[in-house]
Each structure stands twice: as structure tokens, then as C-alpha cells.
DNA sequence: CTGAAAGCGCTTACAG
DNA sequence: CTGAAAGCGCTTACAG
């Protein structure tokens, strides 16, 4: 019935020729234990092949060496860097990760209100999603951590970018090239379609087309769920509705534009010389398309976020000047491709 | 000192006024325990908002409910999509996942020698990488279970394609076109420089060619470490090297493919006019880029992989045929866009 | 430096 | 149907 079972603590006591809590003292502490016995502990559990069952030492010990990482899209490019980013900085220092993937507001909802019960982690980093207060709070109360990492926070520590600064940067190397009518295909947040799902991108559009006393044109402003057909089709769609042109498009994601890029090819429009393209996040194929883009180091959040993490756990030396429970907001830079060219007159 | 702390079943059975065991009973089994005494248990327990810890839960009952999942590059789509879909039937039978990312060929041996002995789950899923005999006799020792996704073996059970079969689907598809001078872009595992990460869609060129009669010119073959960027450089090479381009070229990846069509778009040559491209796994982009390929469902995989896993943990009524151990291979199919037409005469 | 004992929070035969 | 008790595999004061 039993099936295999792993060598335990015990074992290695016994063929070690000590009690249980010799053993265990010299596994761990260095302290407390003569040399000689050490030695004799660490041969046994080598020749046992001997490792602490991490159950019964979380169990014992109160903690849980875990921490789950929550994402909404782990297939897709921004989360599986960000995820690897965690990981990388997270494992290497000993704790294991527990992925959740949840896809609405619901589920987020639902997952949160189980997690804390559930004290599974000793921490949780919840990517590019809010968590209420009530949940919050409720995990605090067990004593789990939370950060989260693209997306901020006044609850708790937080890494981001800038989103407003980065559409700006998009936006402002358009207008700077004389670019006035500009279309923009925003990013939606599926749960609450309307909505834009980085609202500081949608509001540097606005801020950027004010400060040159344009008005926002509704023909040429789309919502899309971050699928790039679908972005495709929103630009196909604007072309349609829109009776002049726009002379550049100004996308959310680099994702997004990606399909601008196709309907624009498909329509017979050259870019850039007679549409410009400009994107957001300098996603890994975006070079191959020579579109112009915000770049930001998304693995780099992932790993800041899992820093913050550590320190929240209290496992970090706090940097001097760290200020703990404070976010961070990693850099953006405009990298000009050859998606983008002056108007033409 | 002692941090906050959620409250133990002993609370739950104090508050109904029961013995610890009747508690535990009241809320696992549905036997022998009155309606009444459960309902009361159960009040108790929601009223202090409890859920069983998980480690002591596993200390007494011996398992872990949890799965790792191991794979190389987390944040490529291939991996994503794998993930993403064992995640998916796993949470539902409610099992925590464990991600682990392993870099090359040493990181996998010591990860795969550290885990047996640890304990922490109960299965682990490799994603496209093989595990050594010893290591799975270890892993086997102890009862964790292994089933590899991406990837086969005759040792465990595993989920894939046919690699060779996908090879020749996108090759014949060129030759049946009249295609003879192909090139071959082919994905090389960078443990292994010179080798292909994938044999067989190395040997559907091979064979390919060899049924037409057709030697394999080494001046139109390269090996790229899966990274588009270098792809692009490859195909230049290739271009540079050959004294007459190839009228058509086959890559492994669509995301090598992608590479591919930046280069034959910067050096002027038309696809398909003049070169036809196709690739392999019907990447989310390709659509978009209008790229012949030939499509797998990764998602899928990592589900029937997931369920493999189940099966092996005996969490899942054995399907009527399904022979336990042995391997899925999934299907694939050619998708034709506009990336492939005839040669030029 | 080392050991006996209690405790971490559950589950599960074993007896009523 | 219900309870007392032992056990899961460790850790950690408490006494030597």
C-alpha cells in the first residue's frame, strides 16, 4: 500500500549514530553541533541521498519557501517575460513559484478570496491587475506579502512603467515630426470593454493632441482586446470610417500594431511614408518589422518585483535608500525604427 | 513574535463544539458524520473563514497536490502556449503548479537530480527536453511521475508532434509547387551547436530533397539558435554565399520564418514572387504576416500532456483505450497564405 | 555539544 | 455517528 518512500530525518539520525535533533541541528545551524558529528550527519544523508521534506519543515517551521505568481495571460509575450524575470531572481533564491493563471475580473476575485485561507505562499505577485482592499488586507492579515508587478499600487509595493510618459514619448516623436492627424488603436481591458486597459497611454494621446490644439477625432480611435487581428481590423475599420487618412497611428502595444502594419500593407499604404506606425514595448519581433517603439525592459520588472518581494520577506538587505513598500518605475526610451517619417505635405 | 495566524482546525472544532477528528471528517468525507454535526462544522468553519493548510494536510495524507512543470525558455510563445494550456486542466483538478525554468543541458540535470528527493510534488512535466534514465529512475523511486510535452520518450509518457511528418507537409507543399532549390533554416539546439533542436524537421528536408533526386546543398542550409534576429542574419548569409538564391526557403519556426521575411523584404526580393517562405507552428503572427506554415495546437498539447499527468496519478477514470504510458501525438495541418506560390520559370 | 520532548496542523485507523 | 490517540517529518526551546 505504502509506495516508496524517501529516506527521512530519522534515518539519517539513526545511521549517523545520533538523535533526531543532532541531526537536524547539523543539517541546518551551524552552530551547536562538534565538527565530527556534523560530518558523520552529512555522510549519512548523502549516502541516504537524503532531503528535507519541505512540507513537514514548512509545517514546522511556519513558512512556505513559496510564493504564487497570479497572470491573467501567461501565453502571451508580456507576461511570459515578466513571469521568467520573477522566476529567474525568485528561484535563485530558494523559493519555489506557484503559477495562477486567471483570466477575468471574476476569477481574480475568486482567487484572491481562497488564496489567504489557503496560506499556500508566503507572498503573492499579482501581474498587471488590482487587488481590492478587502483582499488585501485579509492577506496581510495571514501575513502574506503582496506586490505587484506591472501595475501600481498605494497599498503596496509595486514595479511599473510610466504609461503616461511612454505614450508621450511615442506621441511626442509624431507630433515633433509634424504628424497632427494621428489615429490611435488602444488596448482594452476585456472586462471592461470601453475601457482603455492602460488608461495613461489613452491619456497621453489626448494630453499630447491638446498641447497642439487638436481635437481628439472619434473616427480615428479604436478599442482592441490586445488580439492583433483584431487590431488589424480596427485599422481596416478606421481607413472605412475615417474620411481622410490618418498620416500616422500611434498603437498601444507593439502587438497591436503589428496588425496596423498588415492592414496597412494590405491596403496598398506605405510605411512610412504614407502612414507612420509607432508602438509600445519593443516586443522581440518588432525589430524584424523596423517599427519605430517605446521600449521597456519587461524581464527587468519581473525582477524587480521579485526583489521587492525578498525585501518585503524581510530576506533582503534593504539598499540604503530603498524604501520599502515604495514602487518603482522602470525606464522607457524611444527606439526609432523605420516605421515613422515626416508627414507628407 | 508569532505573526499572524489563520485559524486551525481545532478552532473550527471547538467553535462547533466537536473532537478534532469529527471536524476533519465533517468537512473531507461525506460518511459518518451526522447532517447535523457537519452542518454545525461547517458553520464553525465558515464563520472563522477557515481552509486546511495545505502543508499539514499533505504531511498526513503523504502527497503533495502539486505538479512541476520544467521548461527552457518560459517566455517564447511555444513554451507559453504549453504551459499555459497544462495550467489550465491542472488548476481544475486542482492542483498547484510549480514552476521551474531551466536554462541548458547542465541546469536540467542538476534541477532534475535535485528534485526526487525533495519531494514537493507529485509528477513533474518536462517541456521539450529529455530526461535522463537514471534521473527517471529516481524520480520514479520515489513515486513522482514524469510525462514530457514537446517532446517524446519510450520511457514515460509524453505528448508531441510528428516533427518529420510536419517537415514533409511544409515541404512537399513547396515541392509540389515546383520548388527544387530550397533552403533550410533549421532551429538548433544551443546545448548542441551544428545539431538541429529538432531531427525530425532536419530529416523532412533531408528526405524531402532525397525523394526528388535532389542533393542537399550545404550553401543553402543554416542552423540559428531559435532567435528571429539571427535568422535574419542567416538568411542574409545564405543570400550572400549561394551564387543563385533559392526560389524557396523552409524553416523550422514560424518565429525563424519571420526572420527570414525581414531579410528578403530589406534586400528587395518579393515573397512569394520571388523566394516562397513557409515555416512551422502557425505562431500567432503569422496570420498577420501572411505566412504559409504548418499549424500545431501547443495549448492542446499541454493539455492532453496535463491529463497524462492525471492519468499516471490515477485522478482520471482511465479513458476506454487510452493505453496509459504510451504517447499522444497531435496533429498538424498546412495552412496556405501568401507566402508560398510557384517558382518563377 | 547533545538528547528527550513537545509542537506545527492535519488525517485516519481503532474503539466505542 | 463520534472521540482519543498515534502518526506524517521536521524544528526548537529546555535540560543536561
Redesign the pocket.
Known amino acids: 500500500m505504502k509506495s516508496q ?1 524517501a529516506p ?3 534515518d539519517v539520525a539513526r545511521r549517523a549514530g ?5 541531526a ?2 547539523a ?2 545551524d551551524a ?4 565538527a ?2 556534523r560530518a558523520r550527519v552529512l555522510d549519512s544523508a548523502a549516502a541516504l541521498d537524503f532531503v ?2 519541505p512540507d ?2 514548512r ?4 513558512t512556505t519557501g513559496r510564493v504564487a505568481v497570479v497572470v491573467p495571460h501567461i501565453e502571451r509575450w508580456f507576461f511570459g517575460q515578466m513571469v521568467s524575470g520573477i522566476e529567474r531572481v525568485l528561484s535563485e533564491a530558494d523559493f519555489d513559484i506557484l503559477l495562477y493563471h486567471v483570466d477575468d475580473a471574476e476569477d481574480r476575485r475568486e482567487f484572491l478570496a481562497r488564496l489567504p485561507a489557503r496560506r499556500k505562499v508566503d507572498a503573492v505577485v499579482v501581474v498587471a491587475f488590482p487587488v481590492g482592499e478587502a483582499e488585501r488586507e485579509r492577506l496581510e492579515l495571514i501575513g502574506a506579502k503582496i506586490v505587484a508587478a506591472g501595475g501600481q499600487s498605494a497599498a503596496y509595493p509595486y514595479v511599473c512603467i510610466d504609461d503616461f510618459q511612454a505614450g508621450r514619448l511615442a506621441l511626442d516623436h509624431l507630433t515633433s515630426l509634424g504628424h497632427r492627424r494621428i489615429a490611435m488603436i488602444a488596448g482594452s481591458d476585456p472586462d471592461q470593454p470601453g475601457w482603455p486597459a492602460i488608461p495613461g497611454r489613452s491619456r497621453a494621446y489626448e494630453s499630447a493632441l491638446g498641447a497642439l490644439g487638436v481635437d481628439v477625432d472619434p473616427a480615428l480611435v479604436r478599442d482592441v482586446d490586445w488580439n492583433p487581428v483584431n487590431a488589424a481590423k480596427a485599422m481596416a475599420d478606421i481607413l472605412d470610417a475615417a474620411g481622410e487618412p490618418p498620416t500616422a497611428v500611434y498603437a498601444h502595444g507593439d502587438e497591436l500594431a503589428f496588425g496596423v502594419l498588415h492592414t496597412l500593407r494590405h491596403r496598398g499604404y506605405r510605411v512610412p511614408e504614407d502612414i507612420s506606425v509607432v508602438g509600445i514595448d519593443n516586443h522581440p519581433l518588432s525589430e524584424l518589422l523596423d517599427l519605430t517603439t517605446v521600449a521597456q525592459d519587461v524581464g527587468g520588472q519581473g525582477a524587480a518585483a521579485a526583489r521587492l518581494v525578498l525585501q518585503a520577506l524581510g530576506r533582503e538587505q534593504d539598499e540604503p535608500g530603498a524604501d520599502p513598500g515604495a514602487g518603482v518605475v522602470a525606464p522607457v526610451h524611444l527606439i526609432e525604427r523605420a516605421s515613422t517619417a515626416p508627414p507628407r505635405t
Not at 18 to 22: E, M, N, Q, Y
Open positions: 518512500t527521512s530525518l530519522a545520533v538523535s533526531l535533533s543532532t537536524s541541528r543539517l541546518n552552530y551547536g553541533v562538534s565530527a558529528t528535507v521534506s513537514a519543515r509545517l514546522a517551521i511556519g
